[in-house]
């Protein structure tokens, strides 16, 4: 049912998708080290939600002392002023954050993920007003802006959650399933199957695996991109770094790390050698 609510917004959506990869593209490697900071590559995990964490704990207590305001408790304005401060400017960092995941969404997950966007615009609306309120110690306008904030904070939780658990965005795809373990080394591809310097798709039982040769040196990846699932044996080598053909992560050949993003988990990276006219793999590396 969400998913048909929100086609209508799929022009908008497409648009705004578009210009937010234009932007980055248009900054060049500025660009890109921003992008990596506020997909949150330096934490090996998404930013966003850890903002958007601290705005609806800020609505929430934010809420709970102008419910006290209504028992009686006096001098409370100040705080729920500096709380709802904190909340506007956590709110203004999951913006811009999400702005950055969101260009690198497509189809149903970004039109939800749009529709997301555009109530969460309002939420900070009500929430600027209610801080506006607060410094004024308008208990009316307080009450009212600050609830239906948190309100529309509340079904934009619900849907920001929906584009998470059912389309997988900003979760490591390499989890589901996770990559299959071999002990000892074990062959995957004979030697005469692999070309020099180009991404090869072979098989590790049921995980997938992309392999590099150069030479008598070979690299192997788990080949379902951390990201969003895309296929890393139809990326893109610069020098010791593979390219995902989808999004354009970056991951180092050597040990899987994220060198650019969206990306923001490693790629499990196995030990790989040439043993006669077999290749053989052995991890994944820890």
């Not at 040769?213 to 890393?232: F, I, M, Q, W, Y």
């Amino acid at each position: 049912m969400l998913e048909r609510l929100a086609r209508p917004f799929a022009g908008f959506a497409g648009a705004l998708g578009r210009f937010m990869d234009a932007f980055y593209r248009a900054l060049g490697r500025p660009g890109r080290l921003l992008q990596d900071f506020l997909n949150g590559v330096w934490l090996g995990h998404a930013l966003h939600p850890i903002l958007t964490d601290v705005v609806i704990g800020g609505a929430t207590v934010a809420v709970l002392l102008m419910v006290l305001t209504w028992f009686g408790v006096e001098g409370l304005y100040v705080a729920i002023a500096w709380t709802l401060g904190l909340t506007v400017l956590a709110a203004l960092g999951a913006a811009v954050s999400g702005l950055t995941d969101f260009k690198d969404t497509a189809g149903d997950e970004q039109n939800i993920a749009a529709v997301h966007g555009i109530v969460n615009v309002l939420a900070v609306i009500g929430l600027v007003i209610a801080l506006v309120a607060a410094i004024g110690e308008s208990a009316a306008l307080l009450g009212v802006s600050l609830l239906v904030a948190y309100g529309l904070l509340t079904i934009s939780g619900f849907l920001g959650g929906h584009v998470v658990f059912k389309y997988g965005s900003m979760v490591n795809h390499n989890d589901f399933p996770a990559a299959r373990r071999a002990k000892e080394f074990t062959a995957i591809l004979p030697v005469a199957d692999l070309p020099e310097a180009t991404p090869t798709r072979a098989m590790l039982g049921t995980t997938a695996l992309v392999v590099v040769r150069r030479g008598d040196v070979v690299h192997a990846l788990k080949e379902t991109c951390a990201h969003a699932g895309g296929p890393l044996s139809k990326g893109e080598l610069k020098g010791d770094v593979i390219v995902c053909p989808w999004h354009a992560s970056h991951f180092s050949l050597l040990d899987g790390r994220v060198v650019h993003g969206p990306a923001t988990h490693r790629q499990p990276a196995y030990a790989a050698r040439i043993n006669g006219d077999q290749v053989e793999v052995q991890g994944p590396i820890e």
